[in-house]
């Protein structure tokens, strides 16, 4: 493998691709060094420091929506918002391709109506920093914001011009990560956005292990304690049990036997092969995990804010409490709302970029056809039931991964920093962008007649 590596490097274009992704990516980093300006950064960090040491949810929300986004935002830093404005847009635009005649005919245009989208996905973007951007400012300004610590901006800056200034600094922060996910994309190595996403969680890997051994160098190691060998060995054998399960779910597929049609010209038969259509396991990817996460962060938004005014109705009151708590400790109905959203999602993501019609029409055009079904309605039909079951299985995975930080967080009281990096969602982005990469760098290889990183020795 070492050798393999080096052989990359000897490669003029992939070392450049290499080199400049590795700057784009240093640069991007650098940005959560820069903060805001006005904002009182100490009293902010504290505020932080206390929501993460406290048993609420809003530092579980913080932590989750830095974990997708690529961002820092407790940090309030020019990079603030991270990339999600951008997936966001992007998202809504592919969720609109299918419901709205003019983008879906944008979508059918190629490469012309591809770059149209991404331009509008672009002004999209802006408008949406901008708009939260806004919020999280005005919010910060605010004596009762949503982090319950008075105003963070210092009270000589704390006015509309410098609240809008502070807005177009994270507006443009956030513009910059797209452009530099863009450049990665077109000059770099691998894909930008995910590139971005998956930094920001290695950045907080040594954050995460410092959290995880820290008490165990000031108490030493003891068994059945909080620093017992016993819950270092679990966390381990859970860090590879995850890992091996996401890359078997990531890499799996459903290989259905596709025959094609002979074709006789003159003398010699044309065709007649037995070849494989490859239907992943988890179709949707890490997206349903992303949706579920963004949706649930609302309901406990609103209950903190209406629970004030309903807390002397003598059972409304009680009632949306329980709820509260319920949503601000993951409780069981957050877990089963979680696990709901997740299996809905899974079912229409894969509802929205697997057409089974247009597969079927796909192959009776190119002259093939799947042995014991036949082509058009048939066809159709079989596919959409094949992709059904095994949305179920992805579904289920995702679910499960979903939910490991908070058993693990819950069953051995470790931080929820921990379990979101050791365990869960942010292993799941990792490696899936990780193959996703190796893959890449395996194209460049193979071009160039070299072996690819995961295959046998070099042929000579």
């Known amino acids: ?66 974990l997708f986004s690529a961002s820092s935002i407790g940090m309030s830093t020019i990079f603030g918002l991270g990339i999600m404005p951008y997936i966001s847009a992007s998202i809504i635009f592919q969720l609109l391709g299918t419901v709205y005649p003019p983008l879906e005919k944008l979508q059918k245009e190629g490469e012309a109506g591809r770059k149209k989208i991404n331009e509008y996905t672009r002004y999209a973007t802006v408008l949406l920093c901008f708009g939260q951007s806004f919020f999280w400012i005005r919010s910060l300004g605010s004596q009762s914001n949503m982090l319950g610590s008075g105003s963070l901006i210092l009270p000589e800056y704390n006015t509309f011009f410098f609240h809008l200034a502070c807005t177009v600094t994270m507006t443009a922060g956030t513009i910059l990560l797209m452009w530099i996910g863009e450049q990665i994309d077109e000059y770099g190595i691998g ?184 082509p058009g309605a048939r066809t159709a039909e079989y596919l959409e039931r094949v992709m059904v079951r095994i949305t179920f299985v992805g579904a289920a995975f995702l679910s499960l991964v979903a939910i490991i930080p908070t058993m693990v967080t819950s069953a051995l009281n470790i931080d929820v920093l921990v379990a979101s990096f050791y365990g869960g969602t942010g292993l799941l982005i990792c490696v899936s962008v990780a193959l996703d990469l190796v893959q890449k760098i395996d194209s460049h290889l193979v071009m160039r007649n070299y072996p690819g990183l995961l295959e046998g020795d070099a042929k000579t």
């Open 191 to 374: 894909n930008g956005i995910s590139l971005l996403i998956m930094a920001g969680i290695l950045a907080r890997m040594p954050e995460a292990g410092r959290a995880l051994l820290a008490p165990a160098f000031q108490n030493g190691v003891k068994l059945g304690s909080q620093t017992g060998i016993e819950r270092f060995l679990i966390l381990g054998l859970l860090f590879v049990a995850v890992v091996v399960c996401v890359v078997v779910i990531t890499q799996a597929q459903r290989r259905i036997p596709v025959q094609s049609a002979k074709h006789v010209r003159g003398s010699r038969v044309f065709g007649g092969q037995r070849q494989f259509l490859p239907l992943r396991l988890n179709q949707s990817g890490v997206m349903p995990i992303i949706f579920a996460s963004s949706l649930l962060m609302f309901p406990l938004f609103l209950l903190k804010m209406i629970n004030p005014l309903l807390e002397k109705v003598p059972v409304v009151g009680p009632a949306f409490s329980a709820l509260e708590n319920s949503f601000q400790s993951h409780g069981y109905l957050y877990e089963m709302s979680y696990i709901a959203l997740i299996y809905f999602f899974c079912y229409f993501w894969t509802a929205i970029t697997f057409n089974p019609q247009d597969m079927s029409n796909n192959l009776k055009d190119y002259g093939s056809f799947i042995p014991g079904y036949r």
């Open 1 to 66: 493998m070492l050798s393999k590596m080096l052989v990359v490097f000897r490669i003029p274009e992939l070392r450049q691709k290499f080199l400049l992704t590795f700057i784009l990516l240093a640069v991007y980093r650098l940005g959560f060094s820069i903060p805001l300006p006005f904002i009182n950064q100490d009293l902010l960090n504290e505020t932080i420091n206390r929501m993460s040491n406290s048993s609420g949810g809003m530092d579980r929300m913080i932590t989750m929506l830095s």
